[in-house]
């Protein structure tokens, strides 16, 4: 089983557009309303690869209900903390006369010191029997930036390997306890607060977190230019396949996901993360969050080419202070 945690999940929405300007009321058509979030992003990919999954997620409000409804329709089996504050909407605008993409993305309900605790305890009992715990997505207002720290104890308590997709405070204040931290480059760059420029640099920053003790494994998403898979004394440089995207949101997620999945199938570490890459293609070719079929996935899988192993990667990293 693999049990995912979204603190602050979103209703997906969305639209297109002739043409996003000021002042003028933007007509919309097409909508596409999806349960979102990190972690939802991830159960709903990991259902579609045909994983055994359940979601944790916190829901208030009209909102919260439509989401959870959505998830029920999704035959994504899940529990949800009830909220007093209403669940935020999250809203993408695709520009057809530009092919550009606009992202709206609100704050989230605050939480309470109460709240937070019924979080904590639900996440406890749902991880119970879990292989993967996968926390994935933004804290909402409220949450202290340490949440996640408490989650990866909870996580070290029952001896599950927890995955963790996050950036900003929940990914600085993390100190230990994570199996598998997925950042992408700019989210390395900010928990580092280094540039990052060059490759050797970036595995180097990776390298850094693993000497701290902050996770085992840590994969770089590099956007269109693939990923790096970095462990204490290895490097893999991992190629992308090339597609024309529909819409790139939530294909980190999609990536998470193919990785878990693998991985709790027992494939090595390298051909799960091959697997990530295919289900991150395959849902750039869908609107945007919308999931993505297994056939696509099994089809990019066979294009993803073999990793690359870096040599001398070990000999210039551990540079950072």
Request: proline share 6%.
């Amino acid at each position: 089983m693999i049990v995912t945690v979204t603190m602050n999940p979103a209703l997906d929405i969305t639209v297109d557009a002739e043409r996003v300007g000021p002042t003028d009321k933007i007509r919309c058509c097409a909508d596409v309303y999806d349960a979102g979030g990190g972690g939802l992003n991830v159960a709903r990919f990991a259902r579609a690869l045909g994983a055994p999954v359940s979601a944790v997620l916190t829901a208030g409000g009209p909102i919260g209900t439509r989401l959870v409804e959505l998830l029920d329709d999704a035959i994504v089996p899940n529990t949800f903390i009830e909220l007093r504050g209403d669940t935020r909407e999250s809203f993408t605008v695709n520009e057809r006369s530009t092919g550009r993409q606009y992202r709206f993305v609100l704050p989230g309900p605050v939480l309470t010191a109460d709240e937070q605790l019924r979080c904590l305890e639900v996440i406890d009992a749902s991880a119970t029997g879990a292989a993967f715990v996968v926390a994935s997505g933004s804290l909402p207002p409220g949450v202290p930036a340490d949440f996640y720290q408490r989650i990866a104890d909870i996580c070290r308590k029952r001896q599950i390997r927890l995955v963790l997709d996050t950036s900003g405070g929940g990914l600085e204040h993390i100190t230990s306890g994570v199996f598998l931290l997925k950042p992408s480059v700019r989210e390395l760059r900010e928990c580092v607060g280094r540039p990052l420029v060059t490759e050797g640099e970036q595995i180097a920053a990776a390298r850094h977190l693993i000497d701290r003790g902050v996770a085992e494994v840590i994969v770089v998403s590099l956007g269109a230019e693939g990923a790096l898979l970095v462990t204490g004394d290895r490097c893999w440089r991992f190629a992308p396949v090339a597609v024309p995207a529909v819409s790139g949101v939530g294909a980190g997620d999609a990536m998470v996901a193919g990785i878990v999945v693998g991985l709790s199938r027992e494939w090595g570490m390298e051909s799960a993360v091959r697997y990530g890459i295919a289900a991150a293609t395959a849902k750039l070719q869908t609107p945007g969050t919308s999931t993505f079929d297994k056939v696509d996935v099994d089809r990019y899988l066979e294009q993803v080419p073999a990793p690359t192993a870096l040599e001398g990667a070990q000999d210039n990293s551990r540079s950072l202070p």
